[in-house]
């Protein structure tokens, strides 16, 4: 059964990580050379692909004893804030456009950025770390996908109006708080049991 609090709260931690990420930059520029529908499918294809191998990782994790678990946990959702407020702004990777811009073509340029972009990204990392925690990988998975798509679409469609009105360090700065508290709340209930 999906637990609903469990999804939003993946998706509320998965959307503010990914929301500043460079893959939302590149669907940006992908959106706006190709057809946007052609686009979103390879890259909604893509992350689903990284939420299934980031939930079968944090399920294993479930193996170990809880307070190492949520001590490791803890600390990888520190590293992840700490990221966060230590990367600096990249500017938008160049992208390869296909000569033929088919449903196919473009489709798989979208694909094949995001499965190289995002292996080992923090939004990856992050959704195994909160399926150890929860231990319902159906309900994170549910969470995380949702809230990458949400991003991409975002990023794809609407992106430059987004990052007019807010500012991309406000959303990294967020995100990293949000991680922080997760991380804090880890560790205590590994210390305390």
């Known amino acids: 059964m999906i637990s609903l609090t469990v999804t939003a709260v993946v998706f509320g931690v998965v959307f503010l990580a990914e929301l500043p990420d460079k893959t939302a930059l590149a669907g940006l520029v992908l959106g706006t050379r190709y057809r946007a529908s052609y686009v979103f499918a390879g890259v909604a294809a893509a992350f689903a692909l990284h939420v299934v191998l980031a939930v079968a990782a944090g399920s294993v994790l ?18 992840g804030a700490a990221m966060l407020v230590l990367k600096r702004d990249e500017g938008e990777e160049e992208v390869r456009q296909p000569e033929d811009q088919s449903f196919w073509k473009v489709s798989g340029a ?3 950025l995001i499965l190289v972009a995002e292996f080992g990204d923090l939004t990856q990392i992050m959704t195994a770390n909160l399926a150890a925690r ?19 679409g975002i990023g794809i469609v609407g992106g430059r109006a987004l990052m007019k009105k807010v500012p991309l360090r406000l959303i990294t700065q967020i995100a990293a708080l949000v991680m922080l508290g997760l991380g804090v709340w880890s560790l205590w209930e590994a210390v305390t049991g």
Do not use: E, N
Request: net charge negative.
């Open 62 to 79: 479930t193996l170990l004893p809880q307070q190492l678990v949520r001590a490791l946990t803890g600390v990888l959702f520190l590293g």
């Open 134 to 152: 929860y231990d319902d990988p159906l309900s994170v998975g549910l969470g995380a996908v949702l809230a990458l798509w949400t991003v991409a």
């Open 110 to 112: 979208g694909f094949m």
